[in-house]
């Protein structure tokens, strides 16, 4: 199953992200008080920087050099850095939760029970391994009983959510009405990363991931006794070709003018004819849908006469490993040990399976996240810490609005509307206000497939039941648990969860600088992704509507044509250059970000030289800081698949992107004709 689930265009700072929090104000904005009174230190790790990098040649190794030198990614992992150590910490904190509710909550009526049973059933390899596959038979039986092509569309409405089918369902706030949820309807079902693995012949590496994907289908096939199991996952592969041809790429699907294409169930059935829409709909829970949302409607043509032209066997094959890739973690131990050679090694580089107990917090998380958040709040999240969070936010966002009055680019009327946007920003710290039910969720003692299975559906229902209902605000698109942030443009709201705020992003006992530096320029970024390419499409009440004026519009693209230009001029692997497109939403945000927390660094200060600490300014300590965030080291495989289809650049190429752009950074480091970091002022580009 899934990890929790982020609205199409909810844009998160990373994939896995810590933030945190500093507290000196703005004028005019409430301060909270330290916890403390202790002497400040700098909150720079010094012991990983390298000094004989110079910040003016690479500021990225002049923080990190050393810690990259010393430090060897664990096995269990494909990159590692300071958002993986945090997501770690926050592992072991629910792994403490829920290994004592296993040990002491017995009864699976009970929230707390069904917790500790859920993920009790996930460690429990024995038991995996003697129910063999038992627990998904119902499943595959069903499958192997498709006799008729009238017969598929019920069958995938039936397992939407449990499976990864060729199209993705989720109900979400309607661009153009948000105040009401509607169906959204988008191109899915590959087992490789993207379209791009399938379809790139010449690359190398994409060739080795197929290699590795074939093998790995023909152990799937081989386990539920398919007859010519290696002529099965070619059968496969060619299957998902096909799809994979008609699927847009990964930058095209950050557009969402393209994207928003409202119909009735009507309408899609005259588009894209071939599939019975209504019978899947109706199994899906969804009987009585009015209006819908399709992502990409070619694909969804070409998926419908593919789904009507395919061989029955081709597509009951299909199905099968499917099924079976969905639940190999919590299958036979082949199967697991298969699941993990093409997932993590093929894919990622990872070299071993993450620890067991891992693998059941992500999987209890996934399935009761906010049942276990509830109690992680009440353990590790102090009000003190939400409340000098909401100074923190504020103070940005004076910052933010300050910057858009005095925009240069932008005609008075835009900067107004900017200014209104602004102004609607919904905030959310920690946890919800109001939390999630899991009553209606079945969990049995021992029975992890099955309870992966039954959480999948809950959740689904969940958010059927919402279709065409009016939008909750006090939803929340993340636990409080997880290790990242993120901007929701229908919602226009930024959010914060609870597992971020605290070091090594935010530490209340070091000075203001690289708390800027750090969770300023997180807090910045998050709050420019409601002004970057794509968020700057939707007004203050998150409706997809043009508030610019043309000429506006037009000097905001020029601007961002020159981001684009300048990171597709980065090849963080050789040969591959990172997608200027794809990565423009976050090169903005990281660039606007670090400029607006700056900015607040400075007003911080309250005109008075900043203290020099280790040796640094106060806005050397700045950039340093902001350098530090974005510590990490990756593996190629790993590299090569976030080129592919993330939208965030590579973490040296963020560090090092959004500074090369900074005057603050030029002016703290003194740099000069010649440095590698050096850009002259005329060409720095500068957004909000």
Request: glycine fraction near 8%; aromatic fraction near 10%; charge should be neutral.
């Amino acid at each position: 199953m899934n990890t929790p689930r982020l609205a199409p265009l909810a844009l998160s700072l990373f994939l896995s992200l810590p933030v945190t929090l500093p507290l000196a104000s703005l004028p005019g904005v409430a301060t909270a008080a330290p916890p403390t009174a202790a002497p400040l230190t700098s909150g720079f790790d010094k012991s990983g920087q390298d000094r004989t990098v110079r910040p003016q040649d690479d500021l990225f190794r002049a923080g990190n050099g050393r810690w990259l030198a010393t430090t060897r990614i664990p096995a269990d992992k494909s990159a590692y850095g300071s958002f993986t150590q945090l997501a770690d910490l926050s592992d072991e904190r629910v792994r403490r939760i829920v290994e004592s509710l296993a040990a002491t909550q017995r009864d699976t009526d009970t929230v707390e029970g069904k917790i500790g049973a859920y993920y009790a059933s996930h460690l429990n390899t024995a038991a995996i391994d003697k129910a063999g596959l038992a627990p998904i038979r119902p499943m595959l039986d069903s499958i192997a009983a498709l006799q008729t092509r009238e017969q598929l569309a019920p069958w995938l409405g039936r397992h939407v959510g449990v499976v990864d089918l060729p199209w993705a369902l989720s109900v979400d706030p309607d661009f153009k009405q948000p105040g009401t949820n509607r169906l959204s309807l988008s191109q899915s079902g590959l087992g490789l990363p993207d379209r791009d693995y399938y379809l790139k012949t010449d690359d190398a590496e994409m060739a080795r991931a197929r290699d590795a994907y074939r093998r790995y289908l023909a152990v799937l096939a081989r386990a539920a006794g398919l007859r010519q199991p290696d002529d099965a996952a070619r059968r496969v592969i060619v299957f998902e070709h096909r799809l994979a041809q008609a699927q847009w790429p990964a930058d095209e699907n950050r557009d969402p003018q393209k994207n928003y294409n409202p119909m009735t169930p009507a309408e899609l059935a005259k588009n894209a004819p071939g599939w019975d829409w209504a019978a899947m709909f109706g199994a899906a829970a969804l009987p009585t849908l009015d209006r819908l949302s399709v992502a990409q409607p070619s694909y969804a043509t070409a998926a419908a006469q593919w789904m009507a032209e395919a061989p029955l066997e081709d597509i009951r094959l299909y199905l099968t490993l499917r099924v079976l890739d969905a639940h190999a973690t919590v299958l036979p131990r082949a199967l697991r040990d298969a699941s993990f050679a093409f997932h993590g090694a093929a894919l990622t580089g990872a070299r071993s399976p993450r620890p067991r107990w891992q693998q059941a917090v992500e999987s209890v998380n996934a399935a009761l996240g906010e049942a276990v958040g509830e109690v992680y709040v009440q353990r590790h999240f102090a009000a003190a810490d939400k409340a000098r969070m909401l100074v923190l936010v504020q103070n940005l966002l004076t910052a933010y609005g300050e910057s858009i009055d005095s925009l240069t680019w932008m005609t008075p009327a835009t900067q107004a509307k900017a200014r209104d946007k602004l102004s609607k920003y919904l905030v959310k710290i920690g946890y919800p206000d109001v939390w999630r039910r899991y009553d209606a969720l079945q969990v049995k003692a021992g029975d992890a497939a099955g309870n992966r299975q039954r959480a999948a559906r809950f959740d689904w229902e969940r958010q059927a039941a919402k279709a065409g209902q009016p939008v909750d605000k006090r939803e929340w698109g993340m636990t409080p648990q997880t290790v990242n942030a993120y901007y929701n443009p229908t919602l226009n709201e930024i959010v914060f969860p609870a597992a971020i705020l605290q070091p090594p992003f935010y530490n209340t006992q070091a000075d203001d600088a690289v708390n800027y530096g750090a969770i300023g320029a997180i807090i910045g970024h998050e709050i420019s992704h409601g002004f970057d390419d794509e968020g700057s499409q939707f007004d203050g009440d998150g409706v997809l509507a043009n508030w610019w004026t043309d000429d506006d519009r037009k000097a905001f693209e020029a601007v961002g044509a020159r981001l684009e230009a300048q990171y597709e001029g980065y090849e963080p692997l050789p040969g591959k250059r990172i997608n200027g497109k794809l990565t423009l939403g976050e090169n903005m945000a990281d660039l606007s970000g670090l400029q607006i927390a700056y900015k607040a660094y400075q007003r911080s200060l309250g005109g008075q030289p900043s203290p020099v600490i280790d040796g640094l300014t106060g806005e050397q300590r700045f950039f340093m800081g902001w350098s530090q965030g974005w510590r990490e080291k990756i593996r190629d495989p790993r590299l090569l698949q976030q080129l592919t289809v993330d939208p965030h650049s590579p973490p040296q190429f963020r560090a090092n992107g959004a500074a090369v752009n900074h005057d603050g950074f030029h002016d703290a480091f003194k740099t000069q004709p010649g440095d590698k970091m050096f850009k002259a002022p005329a060409d720095r580009i500068k957004i909000w």
